[in-house]
């Protein structure tokens, strides 16, 4: 299981995507306080990630996160319909 992120900060950049992709953050706050998974990227950077459904929609949020500092800071964050292309769930055959 992924575990949760409590403290964290979001960057100018990453206030910018979340605006122009329409991903509030709410939305961002309940994947890193929740993820359905958390997949390391390189040392220090992870994405948090989980499914959530808009307008009757199913979409994938994936939040970059640069885990080496305190607090943690919000890289980037965007939404997309691609599901099984980034969760290990539905590779691994667990949905």
């Known amino acids: 299981m992924a575990g949760p992120l409590h403290r964290y900060a979001i960057t100018l950049h990453a206030a910018m995507q979340m605006k122009r992709r329409g991903v509030d953050e709410s939305t961002v706050r309940n994947v890193l306080t929740s993820p359905e998974d ?43 319909s691609k599901i099984s292309k980034y969760t290990r769930c539905f590779h691994e055959g667990k949905l």
Request: proline residues 7%.
């Open 38 to 80: 958390r997949i390391p990227v390189r040392p220090g950077r992870e994405i948090f990630q989980s499914r959530m459904e808009t307008a009757g929609k199913e979409y994938l949020i994936r939040v970059f996160v640069d885990v080496d500092r305190t607090p943690a800071e919000v890289v980037t964050v965007y939404r997309t």
